[in-house]
């Protein structure tokens, strides 16, 4: 189980992260969607791009004991 801090955009650093560190083996796994179109879709903002710039940066550099067990 991964326990996670971030709320938002923030986690998939987060996990990514947390997954480069421990060494974790990953298969890649095919799907399919069908995407939303603009009036569907999450309205994403530049301070969710900053967000994640910054977690990608915290994440790097942090202990992984310090973010999830």
Not at 39 to 64: E, N, T
């Amino acid at each position: 189980s991964l326990q996670t801090k971030e709320k938002r955009f923030g986690i998939d650093p987060e996990i990514t992260a947390l997954i480069a560190k421990k060494k974790w083996r990953l298969i890649e796994v095919g799907v399919s969607y069908s995407g939303r179109s603009y009036d569907q879709g999450k309205k994403i903002k530049l301070k969710d791009a900053f967000r994640h710039i910054y977690c990608i940066i915290k994440y790097r550099f942090s202990v992984v004991d310090d973010f999830a067990h």
